[in-house]
C-alpha cells in the first residue's frame, strides 16, 4: 500500500515562503509521477505543479508559475514544493498525489493522495 505524507505547511505572510514536502513509502518512488493541488475553502480542488518520474519534466499551473517550483529526491523518496512570494490567494489545503501514468493537470488521474497539509497566507 502506497501511503504518502505532507508536511511543512503553516501560516506566513504575504511575500513570505514556505517549503512542503511529501513523503512516499510503501512503493518504488522513482516509479511515479507526482503532483501538488490545493483546495481552498468552498472551491474545487485545483492543479499546482507536477512532475515526472525523474523529475526533468515539470507542469505548472497558471497561478503559480514563476512562483512555486516542484522537485524530486528520489533518493530520499521524496518530493518537494518550494513557494514562494506567497499571496493571500494561495491559502488552500496542500495535497500531493502519485500517478503510475504520468503528470498531469487532473486530480481523477491520480491513484494516491496525503492527507494534506494547510497553508495559510496572511496580508
Known amino acids: 500500500q502506497v501511503h504518502l505524507a505532507e508536511s511543512g505547511g503553516g501560516l506566513v505572510l504575504a511575500g513570505g515562503s514556505l517549503r512542503l514536502s511529501c513523503e512516499v513509502s510503501?512503493?518504488?518512488?522513482?516509479?511515479?509521477?507526482m503532483g501538488w493541488f490545493r483546495q481552498a475553502p468552498e472551491k474545487e480542488r485545483e492543479f499546482v505543479a507536477a512532475l515526472s518520474w525523474s523529475g526533468e519534466d515539470t507542469y505548472y499551473g497558471d497561478s503559480v508559475k514563476g512562483r512555486f517550483t516542484i522537485f524530486r529526491d528520489n533518493a530520499k523518496n521524496v518530493m518537494y514544493l518550494q513557494m514562494n512570494s506567497l499571496k493571500p490567494e494561495d491559502t488552500a489545503v496542500y495535497y500531493c498525489?502519485?500517478?503510475?501514468?504520468?503528470?498531469?493537470?487532473?486530480?481523477?488521474?491520480?491513484?494516491?493522495w496525503g492527507q494534506g497539509t494547510q497553508v495559510t497566507v496572511s496580508s
Open positions: 510503501g512503493g518504488t518512488f522513482s516509479h511515479y509521477a
Open positions: 498525489a502519485a500517478d503510475r501514468v504520468y503528470y498531469g493537470y487532473y486530480a481523477h488521474t491520480y491513484d494516491y
